[in-house]
């Protein structure tokens, strides 16, 4: 089997390379195939099928060949060879590579970290990840089964940071009521200052004595004031890093405690100060927090 030496589309005439324009129509409708949706492993196995040569007397097409092929700038007239594809046509392709994450295959660093750290909401299970080309199941013990692509998982993880950099107040909710735990003892006398109010007849030293007894149970049960003491540092973080950097091993791990799935339409991030994002996945704005 002879191997080619020039990319598919070109053939080497009197020492010039010079376009082959059948293979070039053929390159012209790989690129349109992917475009409009075809996977390239099906794009490979189609010109199998249909027995078009890859090289004299070779067949072998396989995904692969069509990756290089998408990326290949030499279609688009890089290093001096003829143009077979036009530059809009070669974007597109690319955008679409992009946003299907074909890049992001289980050697991904990322993708390594979400595995690390992604749960079934419902159960509190760890996921674990099956890929079948390019749909992964991810799939929890109790036997809850997302379909996520990858692609997707990703904006959505990248989108929780772009919303929190633009509103910060995500971060806010109110989860200084999270900072406690409501023990019996707190519940005791969170009632009894209730009572006490809707009696109407407390002294303000007794309401004083019962509003800061109460808050000195709450305070004591707080492990830390997480909250106070993290927000400002996931903002600051947020804020100075990159966008292109959100997805990095490094800055999930610098404020996020764990990524959970929920219903298979959301994901939700917890972070070191305790707030939890929520986002829609494949596409929308913030839905809300919590
Ligand atoms: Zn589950």
């Known amino acids: 089997m002879k191997n080619r030496m020039l990319p598919y589309g070109y053939i080497m005439t009197n020492g010039d390379i010079v376009v082959d324009e059948i293979e070039a129509e053929i390159v012209n409708n790989i690129f349109q195939a992917y475009i409009d949706g075809e996977f390239l492993s099906q794009i490979a196995e189609e010109l199998k099928v249909q027995r078009v040569p890859f090289f004299e007397g070779n067949y072998e097409w396989n995904k ?19 143009i077979i594809v036009d530059k809009e046509l070669f974007e597109r392709a690319n955008r679409t590579k992009e946003e299907r994450g074909f890049q992001v295959d289980k050697s991904s660093p990322t993708i390594e970290w979400i595995k690390r750290n992604f749960y079934c909401y419902k159960c509190g299970k760890k996921l674990i990840r099956y890929k079948y080309s390019e749909s992964v199941r991810w799939a929890c013990k109790n036997g809850c089964a997302f379909y996520i692509k990858d692609a997707d998982l990703l904006n959505g993880i990248r989108g929780v940071f772009e919303d929190i950099r633009r509103e910060p107040s995500l971060l806010q909710n109110d989860h200084r009521a999270d900072n406690y735990r409501i023990t019996p003892d707190i ?73 959970a799935v929920k219903n298979g339409t959301h994901i939700v991030v917890s972070l070191i100060n305790g707030s939890v994002v929520t986002k829609l996945i494949g596409g929308g704005n913030n839905a809300n927090t919590k």
Request: glycine share 4%.
């Open 187 to 259: 519940a005791r006398q969170t009632a009894e200052i209730n009572r006490a109010i809707n009696g109407g007849n407390m002294s303000f030293e007794i309401g004083k004595k019962l509003v800061l007894s109460c808050a000195t149970v709450k305070f004591a049960t707080c492990e830390e004031n997480r909250f106070e003491a993290y927000t400002d540092y996931i903002l600051d973080i947020v804020k100075n890093t990159d966008e292109k950097e959100y997805l990095s091993p490094r800055f999930l791990s610098e404020i996020v405690t764990q990524i």
């Open 64 to 82: 692969n060949k069509i990756y290089r092929m998408i990326q290949d700038t030499r279609y688009t007239g890089a290093k001096n060879y003829p």
